[in-house]
């Protein structure tokens, strides 16, 4: 992969394999350090075969390109085709890709059925937005939506340290159904990358929706 940890444009081949069974799900990247978590959690969606609705917020864009030297445009058309060229190897059939903006796509809509949304890595105005029912953009509706629809919805807070505010939204989210996975990976299975840190982290929202995956790290499994 040669992620490393120096800057500039990235290689994101994946490793990580979830096995083939075609769902439907909404990813969302937002302004939050961690851009590489919501990059290879998509492609991972994307190799195991799923219909994928991606949309990043602005932030997310602005962190994105400076974590990783990958330049999203604003539109969904210019979005799905920079991430076509960026990730080799997956195919981008099934995914979708909006503007931050477009409350007319379809998962701004209770009525276009989903089997989850993952924000991934979730700003903690992002998780605010959620805990007050505040939909300013198509990713805070679609989290909206999610809740009231009781879909999974899996936030993936990278934030530390948190605030008393920071906890309080999050618990709110919890007790609103909300799956909250914040990015702590472990080290007990002796990562040498740092590929192997951002899998980790990935297998384990994978394991909260309950999709099947190959060659997870696991504790006490070799």
């Known amino acids: 992969m040669g992620l490393g940890f120096c800057t500039g444009q990235r290689d994101f081949g994946s490793t990580v394999k979830v096995m083939k069974g075609k769902r439907r799900y909404v990813v969302a990247l937002t302004g939050a350090s961690g851009a590489l978590y919501g990059i290879e959690f998509l492609k991972v969606l994307l190799s195991g075969g799923h219909e994928v609705h991606f949309a990043a917020s602005k932030a997310g864009r602005s962190v994105l390109a400076h974590e990783t030297g990958l330049t999203l445009p604003a539109d969904g058309k210019g979005i799905r085709e920079a991430l076509g060229r960026h990730l080799p190897g997956v195919s981008t059939e099934t995914l979708h890709a909006y503007a931050e903006d477009d409350l007319f ?118």
Not at 154 to 168: G, K, W
Request: glycine share 8%; aromatic share 6%.
């Open 105 to 222: 796509a379809p998962i701004a809509s209770g009525s276009f059925r989903l089997d989850g949304m993952i924000l991934i890595p979730c700003s903690m105005k992002t998780v605010s937005s959620l805990a007050h029912g505040a939909s300013g953009n198509l990713i805070e509706r679609a989290g909206d939506i999610a809740l009231k629809e009781k879909w999974p919805l899996v936030v993936v807070p990278r934030e530390t340290p948190l605030s008393e505010i920071h906890l309080s939204n999050l618990l709110t989210l919890a007790r609103a159904g909300a799956r909250i996975v914040p990015a702590m990976p472990g080290f007990y299975h002796r990562p040498a990358r740092i590929e192997d840190v951002i899998q980790f982290v990935v297998a384990r929202v994978l394991d909260v929706l309950g999709l099947p995956l190959k060659d997870a790290q696991r504790w006490g499994m070799p």
